[in-house]
């Protein structure tokens, strides 16, 4: 990170979304880093609609690419990125590992790819970032009660601590160098719900979308974070603050409840992790599952 006051950011001629957020949905190139995987998948379908010019990053290219730019690069190599930062006026930062596994692996891409991925950023004289930060960094807190947005870190994994670090890392960019940063608590980001649990943490397709919309373009943006999940009916997560921020979510799991409930032979136990904690099964590591699960936990259980 180069020191603050020789931050480009803070230059006046630094190209940028807060010159008018309001119109910025035309004109900017957003940088999308994990663009390859299930999020950047969902938003590469949704966001081009909406105007914005992507340019998607990741380790792998799909096999169809839809048109888009593509860059192959490696988020740990500073070089790789700064390249890809060029002309980029705001970037969302998917690439990472989505789940829990060894404190290697996390520290290598989630902390050290985070942080490299700011530092071109801030280097780039970024001007929006938006961060893809998990439930797991909040996942401790008991379920049911009502979770707000900002609600302190309470990670249930070394995922969780791993996420929290790069809501620490937005919370400082944005301080010291001006930048605007969002990062949003996401839920369970997947095609259609697949456990009881979703019926809570579900963030659909289309919200996805339309909550990065939101976050790219929300006047007065300074440093926030907000919770990705759908307008669930039996969600506990707050959205005032999303919603205050132009998120206009229109799903809601309750359309599968009926099935996801016959499904599983009615709801969760009021013992069971998913019905805990805000992170659900993360929260009470399950020694026959090593690794636990990905963050989303989207492909449908075994029986
Ligand atoms: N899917 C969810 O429900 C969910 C929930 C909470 C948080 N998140 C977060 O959202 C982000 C995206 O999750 P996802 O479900 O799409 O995961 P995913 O595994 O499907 O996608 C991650 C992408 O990052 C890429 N990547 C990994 N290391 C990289 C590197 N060093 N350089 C460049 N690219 C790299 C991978 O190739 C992959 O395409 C993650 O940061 C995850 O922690 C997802």
């Known amino acids: ?30 940088l999308l880093t994990g663009a390859a995987g299930a999020v950047g998948t969902f938003l590469r379908r949704g966001l081009p609609a909406l105007g914005w010019h992507l340019r998607c990053l990741d380790l792998v290219r799909p096999a169809r690419d839809d048109g888009l730019e593509w860059v192959t690069a490696d988020i740990t190599r500073p070089a790789e990125l700064a ?15 989505p789940g829990e596994t060894g404190f290697d692996r996390l520290l290598h891409t989630n902390i050290d790819g985070t942080y490299r991925v700011f530092e071109a ?26 979770l707000d947005g900002a609600a302190p ?22 301080d010291r160098f001006g930048m605007a940063v969002a990062g949003i608590r996401i839920g369970s980001c997947c095609e259609r719900p697949t456990r009881l649990r979703h019926l809570a943490t579900w963030l659909s ?30 969600g506990w997560w707050e959205l005032d603050s999303a919603r205050a921020m132009g998120y206009q979510p229109q799903d809601d799991a309750e359309e599968y409840a009926q099935e996801l409930l016959a499904g599983f032979g009615g709801p969760l136990a009021a013992d069971d992790p998913d019905a805990m904690y805000a992170g659900g099964r993360m929260a009470v590591p399950d020694p026959a599952v090593p690794g636990g699960e990905p963050s989303g936990g989207c492909a449908a259980p075994q029986a």
């Open 205 to 234: 397709p289309g919200d996805t979308v339309r909550l990065v919309h939101a976050m790219l373009t929300a006047p007065g943006l300074t440093y926030a974070t907000v919770n990705g999940v759908s307008a669930n009916t039996r």
């Open 83 to 97: 390249a890809a930062m060029a002309e980029a006026s705001a970037v969302v930062h998917l690439a990472g590992i």
């Open 121 to 146: 950023a801030v280097r780039a004289g970024v001007r929006r970032f938006v961060y893809a930060s998990s439930n797991h960094a909040v996942g401790r807190h008991r379920a049911g009660a009502p």
């Open 153 to 174: 870190v309470r990670p249930d994994s070394l995922y969780g601590v791993s996420k929290a670090f790069g809501e620490a890392l937005g919370a400082y960019v944005a």
């Open 1 to 30: 990170m180069p020191p603050a006051d020789a931050h480009p950011a803070r230059q006046p001629a630094a190209r940028g979304l807060d010159r008018d957020p309001s119109t910025a949905a035309s004109t900017g190139t957003v």
